[in-house]
Every structure is written in C-alpha cells, then in structure tokens.
C-alpha cells in the first residue's frame, strides 16, 4: 500500500486543480456566475499545478517528486488565495480596492465596457450552506494540497 503513495499524490495533483478549474469554467459559462478578479487569481495556481503535476507524467526521480511538491505548493495557494477572497465576502478584511469599489460614472472607458458584468469581490455570488465558491476553493485546495503532501511523504 505505502508504494501507491506517490500515485495517489500524482492522481489528487492533476484530478482536483482540473476539476476545480472545469467547475468554475462552467459556473461562468453555462449558469453565469462571471469570476471576479481575485476568482481569476484562484485560477492560476489551478492552472499551474496542472500543468506541473501532467509534466512529472514524463520525468522520473527527484524531477519528478520536484514537480509534485511544487503542484502541491501551487493547490496550497490557490487555496490560500480562496480563503483570503472568503474573508474579503464575509467582510472579516478589505481586498483590493480595483475589485470592490464600484465603477465611476466619469470614466471614458465606461462607454466601452457597459454590456460588460460588473463583478465585485465583495459579493459573494452564490453559497450553499453559508460557504461562498471561493470559501469551497480554499477548503478543497488547501485539503487537497495537504492530503497530496502526506501522501508524497508517506513514501
């Protein structure tokens, strides 16, 4: 069993960033819940983990393990990411001001992006049992990300 260690690991780095990254491209796509811009910084760590963990697909040894450590680091901090966007919608801290303040009716570039949603950071738009999606993407990466490291370690 310890021997399986390492490809479960591998499994949870390259399954959960794509099922998280699938799920957010469909809240957007097909039920339209468009991302905010701390939803797109979740995004990228999500992007570079699966990335990391389908390269370690084609390296052997310690490139390998280098490259699932690292996937794992990126799950860590798009969860991490996830947990300070949580705080920002429950109102526990402030997020950047580009993200929550509202547009300014004077800006020339206003006319341009009018169809354009406007999507604020401090706003969660959709929960289920009081967890925002952010809220769910810090529970789930920064679990995933532990489980992936003990059973990396494990070996």
Known sequence: MMAHS???AHLVLLLVPAALLGGA???QHAYGLYPCE???WQRWPHVVALILASLALFVK?????????LA????GTSGAIGAFHAGVEYGFWTGPTTCTAPPSASDDFM???IAAPVVRCDTAPWSL??????????????LSAGV?????KRR
């Open 6 to 8: 390492p490809i479960r």
């Open 25 to 27: 491209l469909a809240a």
């Open 38 to 40: 701390m939803c797109m």
């Open 61 to 69: 040894g310690g490139a390998r393990a280098s490259c699932l450590l």
């Open 72 to 75: 794992a680091l990126a799950l």
């Open 111 to 113: 006319t341009a992006i």
């Open 129 to 142: 049992f009081g967890i925002s999606l952010a809220g769910y993407n810090a529970l789930i990466s920064l």
């Open 148 to 152: 992936a490291l003990w059973l990396m």
